[in-house]
């Protein structure tokens, strides 16, 4: 049928429009695109390379060098040596358990390091470095070099490690590093990204543990590119970190290796502390124990040994272990009643051997008494009821505030590990800890360093450079960082009366030069050295009753752990004091026999800075001490050659 004309043009028109309305919905939607595209290519083209860029390159830390150690003569005493260590690519490596047997038969791997990287391989990344072995010989690394085709996986790494020459001689000091653990991080608020660097070593113990803040250092950073299964390709670029400060102690190396081995066996503890700066020139803990050990990990065997020996060698006496100071504390208690004004040195006090005090004897160490006794007499015989007599006048309160003024119950800011405040008790402590009334027979205990009274070797060298000099000596153990002279420990006037001091220096100079001195068997014979000095054995069980009537047990009749202690705190020299020493001997029996002798050699070498002559000893002994040098200069060989011996 043919259509009408005009129904065509109407027809017409509409499809023109129609098209119309499409081509400019298609024109508009394709200008709409080509406007962001537009956009995300011109106007966005950075942040999308930069997202680009962040999809292939990572960015990976770089650990920085720990900064070492040195003693106050530039002796190196903890350092960062190049170290070998193996590592595996599972991924690379295919069959894991194949190629590590493999390896096995070329060099020797510790059962415990492969045991520890088979557990840390279940719970990383196939892609990431897994370390085999550490501290590798270049023999090894050689035969794995040669053999590389048919291990798969391996390859010979270089890194550092931490080393501590001295070994046992600083390790209470020093302490040691190693691998961060889950506890560490948790112990941090925050944790730095470098902390989560497989095995990256932080200090654990000791100076290594306090001083971390500037030891570690800041972290560098390389940019790697990596596939996208994170594989690294290549290395892009890197920066450099910065390496930990460099820290210079107070302690002289030789003479702490010296000090160390004139402990030898011994459960014991010396500090020598410099009177004029308050420097620590030796503090030494025995036993003692290698840190190198600790630094890779240190095998169960070793650790059990550590653990279960009943001398403690973990545990650093110096700074951690308190004791009951016995006599040693006499001075205090002395110093109280006469900065008091309640004694006066010629005054004397009658010791019939005991005292009673509210219907309790309170005996002195002699049995049959000492008879009339004043201060010097008191000090150089150490006669224990003079001072329950004067300890119950001037009372406990100050008592205990004198002993903290001389540094005892004050918890010393050095940088090592658990350092211990030590107690000076007074009537307020024992209500608050014990929720009980002080009572007189407490005051009596307290006043010859027994009862409740605590002190750490640390403690009693303080007080000993402050009895000497008069002001309030303060230990340091840093000398200098990145080679910054760190504030003194020389200290201010401690305001006491001038002549109290020196009525008990005298009675300490007695101890050691007089006859009747309980030291007189260790002084020093060279003048320009006299050493002034006072003992002490504090128990450390209760003598009964029937005991005493019966006769006290001697200490050598006793099992170790029941002994006494024995202590000697001493300055010298006498006329213008250099050093303070403070020697314990746990469970030593008597501080005149076994600790006495210790703090007069640790004395006589820290005055000469090397092996003194036997010329500074009493002549009854130089033939023992002549056979003693050449003994720890033959077991010790940092220890010099007695001066006879030398060419």
Same mark, same amino acid.
């Given at each position: 049928?043919?259509?009408?004309?005009?129904?065509?043009?109407?027809?017409?028109?509409?499809?023109?429009?129609?098209?119309?309305?499409?081509?400019?919905?298609?024109?508009?939607?394709?200008?709409?695109?080509?406007?962001?595209?537009?956009?995300?290519?011109?106007?966005?083209?950075?942040?999308?390379?930069?997202?680009?860029?962040?999809?292939?390159?990572?960015?990976?830390?770089?650990?920085?060098?720990?900064?070492?150690?040195?003693?106050?003569?530039?002796?190196?005493?903890?350092?960062?040596?190049?170290?070998?260590?193996?590592?595996?690519?599972?991924?690379?490596?295919?069959?894991?358990?194949?190629?590590?047997? #493999?390896?096995?038969?070329?060099?020797?791997?510790?059962?415990?390091?492969?045991?520890?990287?088979?557990?840390?391989?279940?719970?990383?990344?196939?892609?990431?470095?897994?370390?085999?072995? #550490?501290?590798?010989?270049?023999?090894?690394?050689?035969?794995?070099?040669?053999?590389?085709?048919?291990?798969?996986?391996?390859?010979?790494?270089?890194?550092?490690?931490?080393?501590?020459?001295?070994?046992?001689?600083?390790?209470?000091?020093?302490?040691?590093?190693?691998?961060?653990?889950?506890?560490?991080?948790?112990?941090?608020?925050?944790?730095?990204?470098?902390?989560?660097?497989?095995?990256?070593?932080?200090?654990?113990?000791?100076?290594?543990?306090?001083?971390?803040?500037?030891?570690?250092?800041?972290?560098?950073?390389?940019?790697?590119?990596?596939?996208?299964?994170?594989?690294?390709?290549?290395?892009?670029?890197?920066?450099?970190?910065?390496?930990?400060?460099?820290?210079?102690?107070?302690?002289?190396?030789?003479?702490?290796?010296?000090?160390?081995?004139?402990?030898?066996?011994?459960?014991?503890?010396?500090?020598?502390?410099?009177?004029?700066?308050?420097?620590?020139?030796?503090?030494?803990?025995?036993?003692?124990?290698?840190?190198?050990?600790?630094?890779?990990?240190?095998?169960?065997?070793?650790?059990?040994?550590?653990?279960?020996?009943?001398?403690?060698?973990?545990?650093?006496?110096?700074?951690?272990?308190?004791?009951?100071?016995?006599?040693?504390?006499?001075?205090?208690?002395?110093?109280?009643?006469?900065?008091?004004?309640?004694?006066?040195?010629?005054?004397?006090?009658?010791?019939?051997?005991?005292?009673?005090?509210?219907?309790?004897?309170?005996?002195?160490?002699?049995?049959?008494?000492?008879?009339?006794?004043?201060?010097?007499?008191?000090?150089?015989?150490?006669?224990?009821?003079?001072?329950? #007599?004067?300890?119950?006048?001037?009372?406990?309160?100050?008592?205990?505030?004198?002993?903290?003024?001389?540094?005892?119950?004050?918890?010393?800011?050095?940088?090592?590990?658990?350092?211990?405040?030590?107690?000076?008790?007074?009537?307020?402590?024992?209500?608050?800890?014990?929720?009980?009334?002080?009572?007189?027979?407490?005051?009596?205990?307290?006043?010859?360093?027994?009862?409740?009274?605590?002190?750490?070797?640390?403690?009693?060298?303080?007080?000993?450079?402050?009895?000497?000099?008069?002001?309030?000596?303060?230990?340091?153990?840093?000398?200098?960082?990145?080679?910054?002279?760190?504030?003194?420990?020389?200290?201010?006037?401690?305001?006491?009366?001038?002549?109290?001091?020196?009525?008990?220096?005298?009675?300490?100079?007695?101890?050691?030069?007089?006859?009747?001195?309980?030291?007189?068997?260790?002084?020093?014979?060279?003048?320009?050295?006299?050493?002034?000095?006072?003992?002490?054995?504090?128990?450390?069980?209760?003598?009964?009753?029937?005991?005493?009537?019966?006769?006290?047990?001697?200490?050598?009749?006793?099992?170790?752990?029941?002994?006494?202690?024995?202590?000697?705190?001493?300055?010298?020299?006498?006329?213008?004091?250099?050093?303070?020493?403070?020697?314990?001997?746990?469970?030593?029996?008597?501080?005149?026999?076994?600790?006495?002798?210790?703090?007069?050699?640790?004395?006589?070498?820290?005055?000469?800075?090397?092996?003194?002559?036997?010329?500074?000893?009493?002549?009854?002994?130089?033939?023992?001490?002549?056979?003693?040098?050449?003994?720890?200069?033959?077991?010790?060989?940092?220890?010099?050659?007695?001066?006879?011996?030398?060419?």
């Amino acid at each position: 049928m043919r259509r009408n004309p005009r129904e065509l043009d109407s027809t017409h028109r509409k499809m023109s429009r129609r098209t119309l309305v499409l081509g400019g919905a298609q024109l508009a939607l394709v200008g709409a695109l080509g406007m962001r595209m537009r956009y995300m290519q011109v106007e966005q083209a950075d942040q999308f390379r930069l997202l680009a860029e962040e999809n292939r390159v990572n960015i990976r830390l770089i650990p920085p060098a720990r900064g070492e150690l040195f003693d106050r003569n530039g002796e190196r005493l903890a350092h960062n040596s190049p170290s070998y260590r193996i590592i595996i690519v599972p991924e690379d490596a295919g069959n894991v358990e194949k190629v590590i047997a #493999d390896l096995s038969r070329l060099v020797e791997l510790d059962e415990e390091d492969l045991n520890r990287a088979l557990t840390e391989m279940r719970r990383s990344p196939p892609f990431l470095p897994i370390t085999l072995a #550490d501290q590798v010989s270049w023999e090894d690394i050689s035969k794995i070099a040669v053999n590389a085709p048919a291990l798969p996986g391996i390859t010979p790494e270089v890194g550092l490690t931490r080393v501590y020459p001295r070994r046992a001689d600083l390790a209470h000091v020093i302490g040691y590093v190693g691998p961060v653990s889950d506890y560490d991080l948790k112990q941090i608020d925050d944790p730095e990204p470098v902390l989560r660097i497989p095995r990256f070593q932080i200090g654990k113990v000791g100076l290594e543990a306090k001083r971390e803040d500037v030891l570690r250092g800041k972290a560098g950073a390389k940019r790697v590119e990596v596939n996208a299964t994170g594989r690294v390709m290549r290395e892009l670029d890197r920066r450099e970190g910065q390496s930990g400060a460099d820290l210079q102690l107070t302690v002289d190396a030789d003479l702490q290796g010296y000090v160390q081995a004139r402990l030898g066996d011994e459960s014991a503890a010396a500090v020598v502390i410099d009177c004029e700066t308050g420097d620590l020139s030796a503090i030494c803990s025995s036993p003692s124990f290698d840190p190198n050990l600790f630094v890779r990990g240190i095998s169960v065997a070793d650790y059990r040994g550590l653990t279960e020996d009943p001398y403690r060698p973990l545990a650093n006496k110096t700074v951690q272990g308190t004791y009951p100071p016995g006599s040693t504390f006499k001075m205090i208690t002395a110093m109280a009643a006469l900065e008091e004004g309640l004694l006066s040195p010629g005054e004397t006090v009658w010791c019939p051997g005991h005292l009673e005090v509210s219907g309790r004897r309170f005996h002195c160490w002699k049995r049959g008494g000492h008879g009339h006794v004043d201060l010097n007499t008191s000090l150089k015989r150490s006669c224990d009821v003079y001072y329950y #007599d004067v300890a119950i006048k001037v009372g406990i309160d100050k008592i205990s505030a004198m002993a903290k003024r001389f540094g005892l119950g004050v918890r010393h800011d050095i940088p090592m590990s658990a350092v211990a405040e030590g107690l000076a008790p007074n009537r307020a402590w024992k209500e608050r800890v014990h929720n009980d009334a002080w009572r007189i027979g407490d005051t009596a205990n307290s006043s010859i360093g027994q009862g409740f009274m605590l002190a750490s070797p640390l403690q009693l060298a303080v007080m000993s450079a402050r009895l000497a000099t008069g002001r309030a000596v303060t230990p340091r153990l840093v000398k200098k960082i990145n080679g910054i002279e760190q504030p003194s420990g020389a200290g201010e006037s401690l305001g006491m009366n001038e002549n109290n001091l020196r009525q008990v220096r005298r009675g300490m100079y007695d101890v050691s030069n007089n006859r009747r001195g309980t030291a007189y068997r260790s002084r020093i014979i060279e003048d320009a050295y006299r050493m002034a000095g006072k003992t002490g054995t504090s128990q450390v069980r209760n003598i009964t009753k029937a005991e005493r009537a019966a006769g006290v047990i001697h200490n050598r009749d006793l099992p170790w752990e029941r002994r006494d202690h024995a202590l000697f705190v001493c300055f010298a020299p006498f006329d213008n004091p250099k050093y303070a020493v403070s020697v314990i001997v746990e469970h030593g029996g008597g501080g005149s026999t076994a600790a006495a002798p210790i703090a007069r050699d640790v004395m006589l070498q820290a005055l000469y800075g090397d092996t003194p002559p036997l010329s500074a000893y009493p002549a009854a002994d130089r033939g023992k001490i002549k056979a003693q040098q050449e003994r720890l200069h033959r077991e010790y060989p940092g220890v010099a050659a007695p001066v006879s011996d030398r060419a």
